[in-house]
């Protein structure tokens, strides 16, 4: 049996999420952190259903979107979420739904759940998903999968492409809560993306990658902050550090070690 969709955009369900994250969710994290928001023009014709995009590199991604969001456009958001993970256990599933109006996605092979993303489009909800698959470990994007911008040809809808700047350093991989300091963090909207003329999902997606790269990179610039140019440089240098320390004899690793305390 398919599920219900209804209650992805019904008036009830909206209602709890709004308490939820208005009086909670939004004040919290804006209480940790200096979110300042850019681009907010881009959005006055954004008109439901609608695909919201964004790079993916902090648990706080999710909030600040759905945060920064108007609240026209915001309502009936429904992120997609790893179904083996947030829709595995009950607590989990609920909490998803509440704060985010969660949907699972699958991943690894599943199947239960395919096609809900184009289904929840049918009915007018508007979507977020991180095209990057998962978290970065190290604040540096990884490549876009195409789910998003095949659902944006398939169902001809926009997709908002989202920035996240600063997201990493408030609360990198593996924190439980943000760093202390009200570090700043910027959301930063980018013009509405259709697929041209002719132009293939591939095409589109890496275009939406280069946006996206293109949008935080210029406001990092303007504030001082990590380019993506810095996060792939810092992990091609460890990689090739612990290249470079894997590749050394053990007895020549210790005997740097001694000379180094030794100076």
């Keep these: 049996m398919s599920e219900d969709l209804g209650k992805y955009s019904s008036a ?80 989990k599933a609920i909490g998803a739904r509440l704060f985010f109006n969660a949907y699972p996605i699958d991943r690894g092979g599943m199947k239960a759940h395919r096609g809900m993303s184009g289904r929840l489009l049918d009915e007018d909800v508007p979507l977020l998903i991180f095209p990057e698959g998962t978290r970065s470990r190290t604040g540096a994007m990884a490549k876009f999968k195409a789910g998003p911008a095949g659902l944006s040809i398939k169902h001809q809808v926009p997709i908002v492409p989202v920035a996240l700047v600063g997201a990493y350093a408030a609360m990198p991989y593996g924190a439980k809560l943000p760093v202390p300091g009200r570090p700043d963090v910027h959301v930063v909207f980018g013009n509405p993306q259709r697929a041209r003329a002719g132009e293939t999902i591939s095409d589109f997606s890496e275009r939406l990658y280069r946006y996206v790269v293109e949008l935080h990179d210029t406001t990092a610039r303007a504030y001082g902050m990590p380019t993506q140019a810095d996060f792939h440089r810092a992990v091609a240098l460890r990689a090739a550090a612990a290249r470079e320390a894997k590749a050394l004899p053990s007895g020549a690793a210790r005997s740097e070690d001694e000379d180094t305390s030794g100076s």
């Design 12 to 91: 009830v369900p909206a209602a709890s999420r709004f308490v939820a994250q208005q009086l909670i969710m939004k004040p919290y994290v804006w209480s940790a952190l200096s979110v300042h928001t850019h681009g907010m023009r881009h959005l006055d014709n954004v008109e439901a259903p609608f695909i919201v995009i964004g790079n993916h590199s902090s648990h706080l991604d999710a909030t600040l979107i759905f945060g920064a969001l108007p609240r026209r456009l915001s309502r009936n958001l429904s992120a997609g979420a790893a179904a083996d993970y947030f829709f595995a256990h009950k607590t």
